[in-house]
């Protein structure tokens, strides 16, 4: 079953602007990604954030984790005609050997 | 960065046919690779982890005999659609596991695969 929740499911926004995006999950978790998907293709990742942080910058990236709040949020700065993507959370806890728990994922549109 | 390339990218077959995807790790070793499916517009969904030298862990409600997968090298998984049928028709995405803590997931391009 699918951990995170992100929101909005998709945004329309202006280049230059900025764009974030939120993501909440359920369990305790030992890492929070973010990976982006162009369409039609695999999912590169972004950035990831342990739990026991929370703040991550990676470049335009901003990535904050509230653990009490069990939720996230990205946010990207200067936004690019070439952002236009689908982004997703993506969380793992112990024991998981590696395996990740996608979230429903963000489309971001981003007009020249 | 680790790479990871999956083949074929897109393919069209008959109903009933066998298709076969593989999924290779270009510069990395992988005793794990995970295989996903995706509908239009939704997230992944976890279907199997495919395990180096022993059988693959299949997800809830994922029909074994239908998906083989066989992980025969550290560097090689291969996903087969047995029996292939229109509402097999779908985006199947493999990653695998890298970084120094093995908790980044490097992702193949995807296989298109439509059924008709």
């Known amino acids: 079953s699918q951990q995170g929740e992100e929101d909005p499911q998709a945004l329309s926004i202006q280049e230059g602007e900025n764009a974030t995006m939120n993501c909440s999950y359920k369990?305790?978790?030992?890492?929070l990604q973010w990976y982006r998907q162009n369409s039609g293709r695999g999912l590169v990742h972004l950035i990831l954030?342990?739990?026991?942080?929370r703040e991550k910058h990676s470049g335009r990236l901003r990535v904050t984790l509230d653990t009490s709040k069990k939720s996230s949020s990205l946010l990207i700065t200067a936004s690019r005609a070439a952002d236009t993507a689908s982004y997703f959370c993506?969380?793992?806890?112990?024991?998981?050997?590696?395996?990740?728990?996608f979230g429903k994922g963000i489309t971001l549109s981003v007009r020249p | 960065g680790a790479v990871v390339s999956q083949h074929p990218s897109w393919v069209i077959c008959k109903s009933g046919t066998s298709v076969k995807i593989e999924c290779r790790s270009l510069?990395?070793?992988?005793?794990?690779m995970f295989w996903y499916r995706q509908f239009p517009k939704q997230s992944l969904m976890l279907m199997a982890t495919?395990?180096?030298?022993?059988?693959?862990?299949?997800e809830q409600g994922v029909e074994k005999d239908k998906f083989l997968i066989n992980h025969a090298s550290l560097t090689l998984s291969t996903l087969t659609v047995t029996s292939a049928h229109p509402e097999d028709s779908s985006f199947y995405i493999c990653?695998?596991?890298?970084?120094?803590?093995?908790?980044?997931?490097?992702f193949g391009a995807g296989t298109r695969l439509s059924v008709l």
């Open positions: 993506a969380t793992d806890f112990a024991g998981a050997n590696s395996k990740l728990t």
């Open positions: 369990t305790s978790i030992n890492n």
């Open positions: 990653s695998a596991p890298g970084g120094l803590a093995k908790n980044i997931q490097y």
């Open positions: 510069d990395f070793q992988a005793t794990t």
């Open positions: 954030i342990r739990s026991n942080e």
């Open positions: 495919s395990n180096e030298g022993s059988k693959a862990t299949y």
